[in-house]
């Protein structure tokens, strides 16, 4: 069946690209209870108004009315020229709905579609240009000589859009093809493409000459021949042999990979097109082969028919085909179920090499019996690739490797619990014969289990007890085991800091980042792993987490200090913030680092901006520096959640931080502000007069009350402020009736109620 949609699928997909789901105000006065002539005559005139939701109206009103609006087909013609893009857009459908009828608005529309007739953005000239082209296909043939005649245009927008209107004409445009044909070699991309989809809307009529362009001289014309016949599909199968002939022959690296596509996609007889896509897949040309490997993966008539072909090309004398061969196998998925002995060959050939091995875990389940196989038959050595392939399918591969897990190689049940443990949750329902092979046995492979167990997340409540158990243990590799499962638990205390600095040179990953993780929990009784610590930061995957732990442990890594820094001016925003939160939990102790400290707090990234102020605030000791640093932040708009974390630290500064009053009454207007500001203020208090009214008008009855108080304490002074105390004496809670009253009374003693 053809690959090529029907006309009207085409419209919709691309009306659909380009919808822009504008809205439009309902002018009352639009349209009443007359007659269909009275009603255009009315919109008509409206079309014309000054006011922009009348002209909207009146375009939509008509383009609800179909071909009753015909008389109306001039005015809709000028509103085309409308600044507003509704009334456009419109006054364009209502054009549209009139197809035939609306020929008079064909030169205008045919104007709409030049690039110089349009401004905005190219989204919005884009969408011009679609529907544009859609209203001219809707014409009928009087449209076709004036289209052609654009397609010859030196406005490459008008160019594109004739095309498109063109070829939402579909078969009845075929007296355009020649002029189509013409903009093969046309310089701009969008211009080719429009011309190649309406050949393909014309369909079989264009079939002939389109083929004819295979010969052409010029690089883009060919390729824009076999990009044509791509699209129509199964429907040029009668290119096929020119096609193939063409393909002997190109030496344009570019055509041929268009050629290859459309190959894949006209062929209809996989015999014919498999020889030359494999023979493509060992081109030099890197997008050749890809092209090739593409156009064979691409199509499912071609995917079973490729896999045999394929898989002869495992034995190729050359690595790199081998290789291309093997990944070409993965991505056809189940559908290479049969080349499955030959790569199981090829990656025992290849001792594992992922680049075959990967492949198999992409064909998919079916290839799990034939590992079982290979990996009963395996010795230790060679089991290795095998479970890592296994590992590699997930939760369908549990089964195998949970059978794996009885091999008499302790060698092969250890590597089946690794590659279970790797796979996390996904191997769940391992845990029983995990738990079982952890409980008897040799003790490499008890380690191994309790490690898989571990990475599991198995039962805590049973896992514990074992994991302390080979705490205990003679055997060091059972005793690491369980000191990395414990951690691992985050029961650091049970390990203490000389258990875990065991595990700091685990082989394993995922140990060594539970060692860190905890020691930080120890916090200042880890202070002998320090040293340790520090020489961890060079790991990337350790790095946070160790910066992490340092904070945690506190003033003891005061000595990784430099260390740090080092490490923050080389390192990106995560690991820049991580030191600052370091550098937090150190404290004082970490005054080295505030030359990076300060310049943190205006980094551009809010995720290093952020942890600066806690920083600062713990590691600076000159209080003046301090409050010159603090203050600013209320003096300036935003910095919301910066001021949430200074507001606390005003309060020790009392008196000396009110120029920040100004700000920290800003903040009482927002509720997740209002706590730390009115905590800063009561601290500091507040003596402004103006600034007291303002927390008069805020939400929260404890602000009030503060301010009444505040205003109680400057007595006479505050009397700008009794109006508004009195409006408070009333239908407010009854904490702040109270307050006010009091404060009234000290300001104005003689009228106190």
Known sequence: MSTVKSTSARWTTRLALFGVGLTFAVWPCAVGAEDAPAQIEKLTKQLTVSEVPARRDAAYQLGKMGAAAKPAVPALIK?????????????????????????????????????????????????????????????????????????????????????????????????AIPALLANFNHGEVFVRQEAIDALALIGPAALGPVTEALGWNEPLQR??????????????????????????????????????????????????????????????????????????????????????????????????????????????????????????????AAEGDPAFADPLAQIGPAALPALLTALKEANATNSAWILRTLRGFGAPAVPVLVEALQQPDATIRVSAAGALGAMGRDAASAASPLFALAETGEAVVQAAALRALTALSAERGRLKPMLLSALKSPVPELRKAGAAGLAALGEATALGADGLLVLLGDDDPPIRLAAVQALGQLGEKAASAVPALMGRLDDPALQVAVLDAFGKIGPASAPAVPRILEIAQKGGPQVRAASLLAFTGIGRAAGPALPQIYAALSDSTPEVRFPALPALLSVESDEAKLLATLIPMFNEEGGGRLRRVAAPALAKFGERARPAVPGLVAML???????????????????????????LAVKDPKARVFACESLAALGPEAKDAAARLRELTNGQPPSVQDAARAALAKIEPASAL
């Open 223 to 348: 390729t824009s021949a076999v990009l044509t016949l791509a699209q129509l599909g199964s429907a040029a199968k009668n290119a096929e042999s020119a096609l193939t002939e063409m393909l002997a022959k190109e030496t344009d690296a570019d055509v041929r990979m268009a050629a290859l596509t459309a190959l894949a996609r006209v062929s209809t007889d996989p015999a014919k097109a498999v020889p030359l896509l494999v023979a493509a897949a060992k081109d030099d040309n890197a997008a050749v082969r890809h092209a090739a490997i593409n156009a064979l993966c691409g199509s499912r008539p071609l995917r079973r028919p490729a896999v045999a072909p394929l898989a002869a090309l495992l034995k190729d004398d050359n690595a790199a085909v081998r290789q291309r061969a093997a990944q070409a196998l993965g991505r056809l998925g189940p559908d290479a179920v049969e080349a499955l002995p030959a790569l199981l060959a090829a990656t025992r």
């Open 79 to 175: 509103a085309l020229q409308d600044q507003d893009k509704q009334v456009w857009f419109f006054a364009l459908g209502a054009l549209t709905e009139l197809g035939p009828d609306a020929r008079e608005a064909l030169p205008a529309l045919i104007e709409d579609l030049s690039r110089k007739s349009r401004g905005g953005r190219d989204r919005e000239r884009n969408q011009r240009m679609v529907r544009t082209a859609y209203a001219l296909s809707r014409l009928g043939p009087e449209a076709i000589p004036p289209l052609i005649a654009t397609l010859g245009s030196d406005d490459s927008a008008a160019r594109a859009g004739a095309a498109r209107a063109l070829g939402g004409m579909g078969p009845q445009a075929g007296a």
């Open 669 to 695: 207007d927002r509720d997740n502000d209002r706590p730390a500001a009115l905590a800063a203020l009561q601290a500091i208090g507040v003596r402004n007069v103006p600034d007291l009214l303002k927390m």
